[in-house]
């Protein structure tokens, strides 16, 4: 994979070239009218791969234009729904501890794009062209039933597993739920691209690191991923391969709708359990990480630290999951958090000490949280993001 990764091919950013088709043929539209038709590979390809027709189902490449000598990293959300002020300030988040350029693959519904485009348009880094973002509309492969996918699990939350169709010249990117919050630089996650071998398309963090009371061992009702089956909140996706990839002539649409369509009356999670059996029979193309750049409510809720993290560690993404950055009486110090990076400016290189001392400040007020026990590991590691952050941010700057 190449990590200098690529963007293009979408009429809302006149930056972009027109793209050629890509390997997998799927056709994708709002409504269902035809089947979509299979790809004819018969195994697995990988885009490391020296074979020239594997070469060739990369497709075309166009890098970003640099900013300071850096080519962006591409990070993509899907927002439907009320879920635009928490999908800011989770941009927000990769943007303040970040100095490298930025660009954000945004798949939304019409009517949200004005009310982002103004948000996002104000940054002063957007201005700076350190930040860029493009728009995707919400498109289902034709041939599938788009309201019943829609409305599975969380509105619009499916629409993730093709984004590899429809971002089809981006060589990779980090997909990330709207409810999280990252608490490290966006390069230490992007580093792990490096880390893939010839095979892997993606990384994962598990679902669960309790064996005994993980919810897939416990309560799921079809095939999952490992031992405690995997969460995908937070989901690095090697799209070149994911275009690339055939098992049996299916490709990863394909396959996927085939999940779906026999396991539809099985899953609770939609899209992350379509996801679990996916990788349950290709268990050779996930790369496992760990919790810590994945970490829940489900981690500490119940007074253990169930990431065992170290005294020299920090959790690196913060998710939100369970509505955890909005539930006040359960879930109080996910919710200041929140409410103090959505009070941030946004703008790269934040004040470390201010923000830190009052996250100190709230949490100190607050009465009940099992998660409490965590607060110095999230604070030890905002403290340090922020500071190098802050200084290399500088540096840049005044160079420029």
Same mark, same amino acid.
């Given at each position: ?25 799927? &056709? ?18 990988? #885009? ?8 060739? %189902? /990369? ?29 800011? $300030?989770?941009?927000?988040?990769? @943007? $303040?501890?970040?100095?490298?350029? @930025? *660009? ?11 009310? !982002? ?29 788009a309201?019943v996918? &829609? ?5 619009? %939350? ?22 999280? =919050?990252? =608490? ?18 993606t990384?994962?963090?598990? /679902?669960?690191? +309790? ?9 799921a *009702? ?6 405690a089956? !995997?969460n ?28 779906? /369509? ?8 939609? +899209?992350?359990?379509? !996801? ?8 050779? @193309? $996930?790369?496992?990480y ?18 065992? @993290?170290?005294?020299?560690?920090? #959790? *690196?993404? !913060? ?31 934040? +004040?470390?000490? #201010? ?12 009465? *009940? ?17 922020a ?8 540096? =840049?700057?005044?160079?420029?």
């Amino acid at each position: 994979m190449e990590t200098k990764s690529t963007c293009g091919g979408d009429e809302e950013d006149s930056a972009d070239s027109s793209a050629e088709g890509s390997p997998d043929t799927t &056709r994708y539209s709002e409504a269902a009218n035809s089947p979509a038709g299979d790809a004819e590979s018969a195994t697995p390809v990988s #885009a490391a791969s020296s074979d020239p027709e594997a070469k060739a %189902a /990369e497709g075309p490449k166009e890098d970003l234009p640099y900013w300071h000598g850096q080519t962006a990293m591409h990070l993509a959300c899907v927002i439907c729904g009320d879920r635009v002020p928490e999908a800011l $300030v989770m941009m927000k988040s990769g @943007l $303040v501890f970040s100095s490298s350029p @930025l *660009k954000f693959h945004i798949f939304t519904e019409d009517d949200l794009r004005k009310d !982002l485009s103004e948000t996002l348009d104000a940054w002063q880094d957007v201005k700076d062209s350190r930040v860029s973002y493009k728009f995707y509309p919400i498109k289902y492969p034709l041939g599938v039933d788009a309201k019943v996918w &829609r409305a599975t699990f969380q509105p619009c %939350a499916t629409m993730r597993l093709f984004i590899p169709m429809l971002a089809k010249d981006v060589d990779a990117l980090v997909y990330l739920d709207t409810d999280t =919050l990252f =608490l490290t630089p966006v390069e230490k996650l992007w580093k792990h691209f490096s880390k893939f071998d010839n095979t892997q398309l993606t990384a994962l963090t598990p /679902e669960s690191e +309790d064996l005994v009371n993980g919810w897939y061992p416990r309560f799921a *009702k079809h095939p999952f991923y490992g031992k405690a089956g !995997l969460n995908s909140g937070v989901m690095m996706m090697n799209l070149t391969r994911m275009r690339s990839v055939r098992y049996k002539g299916k490709s990863w649409s394909k396959e996927l709708i085939n999940i779906f /369509e026999e396991y539809q009356q099985k899953i609770s999670w939609g +899209d992350q359990c379509i !996801l679990n059996i996916y990788f349950s029979r290709h268990p050779e @193309l $996930v790369y496992d990480y760990p919790c810590d750049w994945n970490y829940r409510p489900d981690h500490c809720m119940y007074g253990v630290n169930n990431c065992h @993290l170290s005294n020299s560690k920090a #959790a *690196k993404i !913060l998710h939100g999951n369970r509505r955890a950055f909005h539930d006040i009486p359960r879930m109080p110090m996910y919710t200041a958090i929140y409410e103090e990076f959505a009070a941030l400016p946004a703008v790269g290189g934040v +004040d470390a000490e #201010a923000l830190t001392k009052r996250m100190q400040e709230r949490f100190s007020k607050i009465k *009940k949280d099992h998660c409490l026990i965590v607060s110095k590991f999230l604070m030890a590691g905002i403290r340090q993001t922020a500071r190098s952050v802050k200084s290399r941010h500088e540096r =840049l700057t005044k160079k420029n």
